[in-house]
């Protein structure tokens, strides 16, 4: 299912894209239009556009995402980090079964596995600055076995969210220092898989003010507002772009009409209000425009 | 007299003894499903003289056969256990489990190997025997509510006098029998708590109420009750053995079901155990704003040994020289529970041990993945039960 939009994304920009060649004769520059596959998926199509050199000759990119938490006709914009970076890890605690009855002879692995769950809390609690944002959750704990075997292993799988690469980096060191820590602790062996995927998405604060004014400039009656979209804890893969050459990516809403809750992006009755496809279409005209100075 | 007969039939059986051992342990079963193990447990006695075999004993695949001595006497009760576990083994034996998952992994194929034998042994000597032998022929030791109740409901006591067994043990020398005395096995309880949360996406904690967060905390609280709460002299064990919480790394998770298990000494531990697993559930739901369902069971009790049998086994171990046994010892209480305890309860009898170590000296722990038993413990095992037997139906002196 197209669950998050990107049908929308892709139709508003063949049509952008014909436009614009059109126009070809007027256009002082390059122009590169991305279709980009695998956004959903890690590692994400992003990562392998960037790796083939595409954007070497590029100055700046753009991009725009629908949702439906506004109605057609908003433009939602962030400067700086917008969208969460993402990291996976998975933890295989290994300890030594053995018998219930018998605790001193084996080395319980749920015991300093919940020890780490626990102890990972006060990452966010005890060494995140108070005014960061930072997420761990662990949402796999498979430490299912019988009641009366001491448990010889556990695999925890968790999830990491964070607006910056510097609490990234932090999460990272201090998830690797507990994990190490209950190998002190408890005696288990600890292997710890931990992939660092999407990065925070961070918008340059120039292009971001140059796209801000060209949209805020604009006098169309298909756009009512235009203004700062809070922070989003999902993580986009746009964000690859931007970590290389400057750029932003803003928000068009897409909220049904007549709808007062719409469904949000991935659940399985997500819509968009189709008139959000033309705000897309002539916002990111606008912001070409305004680059190469056309009027 | 008799028991000279005895021991050279069973020196002449060592070899089938370990082939029938090594032949359960390739094929183990679960608790309450060994079907193949009684069958053919059943199987072995076709042919064999003995006065009874009745099978599916109690509706649970008991299997429970009689031989008269021609003589009267004592009616004893002897009892080996066939059922296996769930795990995985790990021993890269020979003759390792054949069936995914399922293990042998505390030696009750030994038990019914040395039990089957010196059955089919006793068959042929009824001459020589006086009073009835019950051989117990129990399943499900391993599983809540255990194999031992079913059987006793069925009556397998009526007009016994006392009931004997013994357990492999991995962790002792091979060559060595404990016995004790009294309060000998751990009483057990066991627990289900399930914690209800909230699920939701792994990056709106505040949206969602993490279940694997509360029962991580949970397990941890616990732990206080044994290193705060009992007192330092008395014995208690709690254990999570399952904690199952398995879903998608970036999910957080709904609701997680912990399965523990208790072991303590005596009745008083027992009730504070349970009170503190109570009052650290509700302190979860305050705590953490979860709800919870804790299912709590007292289940198999502290196994009490008879001390009058327990010093009339000791004799007869002693009087018997078993030339494979170097020394007969007072043993500290063991941890394990064990379903046997629930005979003793109706009967005096005595449970002992028989030690057997593997030859490399790397003992494994029972239920361990990589458990073994030295087969050398199997001749002690059936010679120690022959002894005893002996012990009390040499019907011999009135030949």
Do not use: W
Not at chain 2, 311 to 335: F, N
Request: hydrophobic residues 40%; negative net charge; charged residues 20%.
């Amino acid at each position: 299912m197209h669950a998050c939009g990107h049908d929308g994304h892709t139709a508003y920009m063949l049509v952008l894209a014909d436009c614009l060649i059109q126009l070809k004769d007027s256009i002082p520059g390059t122009i590169k239009i991305i279709h980009q596959n695998g956004e959903e998926m890690p590692p994400g199509g992003a990562k392998s556009m960037v790796d083939s050199g595409l954007l070497d000759d590029l100055d700046a990119v753009y991009g725009i995402h629908l949702f439906p938490t506004h109605p057609a006709g908003y433009v939602g914009y962030r400067s700086g980090y917008a969208f969460a970076g993402r990291t996976y890890f998975k933890l295989v605690v290994q300890g030594v079964g053995g018998h219930g009855s018998s605790p001193h002879l084996s080395n319980d692995a749920i015991v300093a596995a919940s020890h780490f769950v626990t102890a990972v809390q006060t990452v966010i609690s005890r060494r995140l600055n108070p005014f960061d944002v930072g997420v761990i959750t662990i949402g796999s704990f498979d430490g299912k076995g019988s009641f009366n075997v001491i448990k010889d292993s556990v695999e925890l799988e968790g999830d990491v969210r964070y607006m910056t690469v510097e609490i990234q980096e932090l999460i990272d060191k201090e998830v690797h220092r507990i994990a190490k820590g209950i190998e002190v602790e408890f005696g288990v062996n600890c292997e710890l898989t931990y992939t660092v995927d999407y990065p925070p998405l961070k918008n340059d604060p120039k292009v971001t003010a140059e796209v801000v004014a060209s949209l805020e400039s604009m006098n169309d009656p298909d756009i009512h507002e235009v203004s700062e979209y809070p922070m989003l804890s999902g993580s986009e893969d746009f964000a690859y772009y931007l970590e290389k050459i400057p750029g932003c990516f803003f928000v068009i809403g897409c909220k049904p009409k007549g709808v007062k809750e719409a469904y949000f992006n991935h659940h399985p009755k997500f819509d968009i209000d189709e008139d959000a496809l033309l705000v897309a279409a002539k916002s990111v005209a606008q912001v070409v425009c305004s680059y190469y100075e056309i009027s | 007299m008799l028991l000279n007969n005895l021991m050279e039939k069973l020196d002449a059986k060592k070899d089938r003894m370990i082939e029938i051992r090594r032949h359960l342990h390739e094929h183990p079963e679960l608790s309450f499903h060994e079907d193949q193990t009684a069958a053919y447990i059943a199987d072995f006695y076709k042919g064999i003289s003995v006065d009874s075999v009745e099978t599916n004993f109690g509706g649970q695949r008991g299997v429970v056969v009689t031989i008269k001595g021609t003589k009267p006497g004592k009616t004893i009760a002897i009892r080996a256990d066939f059922d296996a576990l769930p795990i995985k083994e790990e021993t890269g034996l020979p003759f390792a489990s054949k069936n995914e998952g399922v293990m042998h992994a505390c030696g009750h194929d030994g038990h019914t190997a040395y039990m089957l034998v010196l059955a089919e042994t006793l068959a042929e000597m009824k001459a020589q025997l006086k009073g009835t032998i019950r051989v117990i022929h129990q399943p499900a030791e391993e599983a809540p509510p255990g194999g031992a109740l079913g059987m006793i409901k069925a009556g397998v006591l009526d007009g016994v006098e006392a009931i004997i067994g013994i357990h492999v043990m991995s962790t002792m020398q091979t060559g060595h029998i404990y016995y004790r005395s009294g309060n000998t096995q751990t009483g057990r309880s066991y627990f289900k708590l399930r914690v209800q949360g909230k699920g939701g996406h792994g990056s709106s904690p505040h949206m969602a109420n993490d279940a694997i967060v509360a029962a991580s905390s949970f397990v941890m609280n616990l732990q206080t009750i044994v290193s705060r709460r009992i007192n330092p002299f008395d014995t208690a064990s709690i254990t999570i053995g399952s904690f199952d919480g398995n879903g998608t790394f970036n999910v957080i998770k709904d609701a997680v079901t912990l399965e523990g298990d208790v072991r303590t000494m005596s009745n008083e531990t027992r009730d504070i155990v349970e009170s503190q697993v109570r009052a650290f559930t509700e302190g979860l739901e305050k705590s953490f704003g979860v709800t919870t369902v804790l299912e709590y069971a007292n289940d198999y009790p502290v196994l009490y040994n008879d001390p009058e049998v327990t010093e009339h086994v000791h004799q007869a171990l002693v009087e018997a020289s078993i030339p494979e046994v170097e020394a007969i010892l007072e043993t500290a209480p063991q941890p394990p529970s064990e379903d046997f305890a629930y005979y003793l309860q109706q009967v005096p009898g005595c449970f002992f041990y028989v030690g057997a170590m593997p030859e490399s000296g790397e003992a494994y722990p029972h239920h361990h993945p990589k458990f073994d038993i030295n087969e050398k413990s199997l001749i002690i095992c059936v010679k120690a039960m022959a002894s005893v037997v002996a012990s009390y139906c040499d019907g011999s002196e009135f030949i």
